[in-house]
Each structure stands twice: as structure tokens, then as C-alpha cells.
């Protein structure tokens, strides 16, 4: 399928795309924050929310750039490069978290779109 968008469109609205204030994110901001955790603590790997009493640590995964298995769709367009930028998400994701385990921390990690369907992840923790 060819894009629908010039390149110059599709260059701008791919710079919309944020990595943080995210909507899944901000969903579960309050309710996290209230129960000791810190939102997008400047620590190893970028988590979006940490306890470090309790030494877990969670990663709101969006289904496109960490390849979701339920919901990932390969683009169209430009395969290569976007077949080794997702490739890198994934295996820098898998380095974090074994980081975070070797060093005793639990990792959680939530797709987006187990953040829309349901909100009780505090199940998780």
C-alpha cells in the first residue's frame, strides 16, 4: 500500500509522536504516583514509573514501537528501516530488563492497549 501522506507530511506528523506525557501514561499517573511510585524517574532505561522501595519499576510499551504481538502491523513503506528501528526497541528492551532483574528489581511491563481496555493494573504490582 502506498502512503496516503507527501513525505514532508508524514515527516511532521511522525514528530508529533511523544515519548512522554503519553495518553496510557497519564491514565495511570494519579493512581500510580498515589501508591509510591515516581513518574518518569531519571533512572536506567527510561521506565515511566518506579517504586524504589519497593524496587519495581513499570514500562508502558506502545504496540507499534515495541511490537506488540497482538497489534503490531509491519508499514508498508520503507521496511527496512523500520524493520531495525522496532528490531533495536525490542532487543534494547529485553537488555533493560534483564539489567533490572540481575539487580533484583521487578519489571512490569503494560502494552497500551491493556491500558485502555483495563484499568485495574494495580493487580499487577
Known amino acids: 500500500m502506498v502512503d496516503v501522506h ?5 515527516s511532521y506528523n511522525m514528530s508529533q509522536i511523544r515519548s512522554y506525557n503519553t495518553g496510557p501514561e497519564l ?4 493512581i500510580l504516583c498515589m501508591n509510591g511510585f515516581s513518574y518518569q524517574p531519571k533512572i ?9 522501595s519497593k524496587k519495581i519499576v513499570i514500562f508502558i510499551d506502545g504496540c507499534f514501537w515495541h511490537k506488540c504481538p497482538k ?13 531495525n528501528k522496532i528490531g533495536e526497541n525490542v532487543r534494547r528492551d529485553r537488555e533493560i530488563q534483564i539489567n533490572y532483574e540481575n539487580s533484583g ?3 512490569i511491563r503494560i502494552w497500551e492497549h491493556q491500558v485502555f481496555i483495563n484499568t485495574k493494573i494495580l493487580k499487577l504490582i
Open 105 to 107: 528489581w521487578k519489571v
Open 27 to 30: 491514565r495511570l499517573k494519579k
Open 44 to 52: 536506567y532505561g527510561k521506565p515511566d514509573f518506579a517504586d524504589f
Open 71 to 83: 497489534h503490531y502491523t509491519e508499514p508498508a513503506t520503507n521496511r527496512i528501516f523500520w524493520k
Open 6 to 10: 507527501t513525505k514532508k507530511q508524514r
